[in-house]
């Protein structure tokens, strides 16, 4: 791989913007360059499901005319991005990492993709996803193994693992992802990058195969905190397809961000959170805590007693939503499943109404606790994963990668995980930034903040 | 000649929607349990008063 391909596959993308605007660059040299770096690449890592050259190159040179007639459509115009193979494409083939959708080719875009489409981005390709989402390991037993670039015998997390993999090897500037108990957030921190779970109906779900319709969000794994505000300001806003999005106008949050945490206030649980992470988590997010406090913030302690019972909340809300979803299926070819999908769909099964309904009111008193927690802190700061990637078959660990992404799944409440260490075996570590509802705005300013003076974006993987 | 069901077999292939072996019923069981004994800690919660979350039935006048 020349050095000119590694220069341009880590830039971000406000630097990649930048050359293409001023013309020092074109987005086919882009996209060639991807191209070539996911064929040499990919084989190691298996991120993707279907990689759109054509298409690309199609769209890349159809960018490279209007760029040079002076007709940019904005900062994504050119950048050469991925979905997770969840998000329909219309004409391209969307598996869901599933056999039961292995020839599945949609008739039309997932709303976000149009909307990423019509910012000007260039699609490399559909990546990997635990199969139906339904997992945070990103194996289906259909498309095989997604690795994870900083050692490829660990899982990428997932189920958004492909664009996890993706991303943090330099294949695209971003990849979508869905988020329904962590699957943006697992992947990202498995992976070293970053990842945003907006509030509950900011991005539209429509499109978006569901895994768990009052759980599931959608949002982007990038490099750093500015690319990941500059796609999500692409991706969100109302959508009538989606009577769950919210008519609140979209931030320009890439101009929200901030140099220093002088005037914020940072809660810290005192229970849960921190209760089981592995030693080098705790203490390399608590050293993160002390460089915000160097940053200018004050830091206090918030109780969220509720959070023993998230577990058994989300589990209630997920499992009936599950089961509901795959009925027809379930019923029709149980065979096409891998077991653990399988599992989760069959023991849904046997949650009763009143146990998903009482589930459903429950989350009204979590999210009512944290909004205590967050009347008094602007942004909570905790883990995002308690240890670091597993091995790719220690399955038995995949449901521990959820127990701290899941409560603001629960609640809805805009979550960003970002980079801040690394363990001795040379894998990354999390933490995770949790806001007010539609304050994506805020948690990203103070994740900039974060990472512009800690400076563990900067790393890379070896491949 | 009818087969006699045992009718807790018959509630249970009713409640999953499919037919059950043995084999079946204990791979379930080890999974199925677990999940019922972590739902059982949502009823020391106090929800009175409290709706599940609803959505409108009706956007406007037509739709």
Redesign the interface.
């Known amino acids: 791989m020349t050095t000119i391909h590694q220069d341009i596959a880590y830039s971000t993308i406000d630097e990649i913007s930048a050359k293409l605007a001023s013309k020092a660059l074109s987005p086919v040299e882009v996209t060639e360059s991807l191209l070539q770096r996911i064929e040499a690449i990919n084989p190691k890592l298996n991120a993707f499901i279907t990689v759109t050259a054509e298409l690309a190159l199609e769209e890349a040179s159809r960018a490279e005319k209007d760029i040079m007639s002076g007709n940019i459509k904005g900062p994504l115009h050119g950048i050469p991005i991925v979905h997770k193979d969840i998000y329909y494409t219309k004409g391209i083939r969307t598996t869901i990492s599933s056999k039961i959708f292995e020839n599945h080719i949609p008739n039309t875009n997932a709303t976000a993709v149009t909307k990423l489409s019509e910012a000007g981005t260039i699609l490399l390709g559909k990546v990997q996803t635990h199969e139906f989402a339904a997992g945070a390991m990103t194996n289906s037993p259909h498309f095989g193994p997604c690795r994870n670039p900083w050692d490829i015998s660990r899982t990428p997390g997932g189920s958004s693992g492909g664009s996890g993999s993706a991303v943090a090897a330099g294949l695209a500037f971003m990849g979508t992802g869905t988020d329904t108990g962590g699957s943006i957030r697992i992947p990202a921190a498995a992976c070293g990058i970053v990842g945003i779970k907006p509030t509950y109906g900011r991005v539209s779900r429509n499109g978006i195969f569901p895994l768990s319709w009052s759980l599931d969000h959608g949002g982007p794994l990038t490099r750093t905190v500015k690319d990941a505000a500059l796609c999500l300001e692409a991706m969100a806003g109302y959508d009538s397809l989606d009577p769950t999005t919210s008519t609140l106008p979209v931030p320009a949050y890439s101009t929200m961000l901030r140099e220093d945490l002088k005037g914020v206030r940072i809660g810290i649980p005192t229970t849960y959170y921190f209760d089981n992470n592995s030693p080098e988590v705790f203490a390399a997010v608590h050293k993160a805590i002390a460089v915000m406090k160097q940053l200018g913030a004050e830091i206090i302690d918030v109780d969220i007693p509720l959070l023993d019972t998230v577990m058994a909340i989300s589990r209630g809300i997920c499992s009936g939503e599950v089961s509901a979803i795959h009925d027809k299926w379930y019923r029709e070819c149980p065979e096409m499943y891998g077991p653990d999908v399988l599992a989760m769909i069959e023991s849904g099964r046997l949650v009763t109404a009143v146990q998903y309904l009482q589930s459903q009111r429950a989350r009204q008193l979590l999210q009512e606790q944290f909004a205590e927690a967050l009347h008094e802190a602007d942004v909570l700061v905790t883990p995002t994963l308690p240890i670091t990637a597993p091995a790719i078959d220690n399955t038995a660990v995949g449901m521990r990668l959820a127990e701290l992404t899941m409560p603001t799944n629960v609640t809805g409440l805009p979550s960003l995980a970002l980079p801040c260490g690394f363990d001795q075996s040379g894998l990354p570590i999390s933490l995770q930034l949790i806001g007010k509802p539609f304050a994506e705005g805020e948690v990203l300013g103070i994740g900039h903040a974060y990472e512009q003076s800690a400076g563990w974006h900067l790393s890379r993987p070896s491949l | 000649m009818t087969k006699i069901q045992n009718p807790a077999l018959a509630l249970l292939e009713s ?4 037919p059950l072996d043995e084999q079946r019923i204990s ?2 069981a080890e ?2 349990l677990p ?2 004994s ?2 059982q ?3 020391d ?1 106090d ?1 009175e008063g ?4 609803l ?1 409108p039935l009706w ?1 406007d006048e037509t739709t």
């Open positions: 409640a999953i929607g499919v791979a379930l999974i199925a999940l019922q972590l739902l800690s949502l009823e919660l929800l409290i709706e599940p979350p959505l956007k």
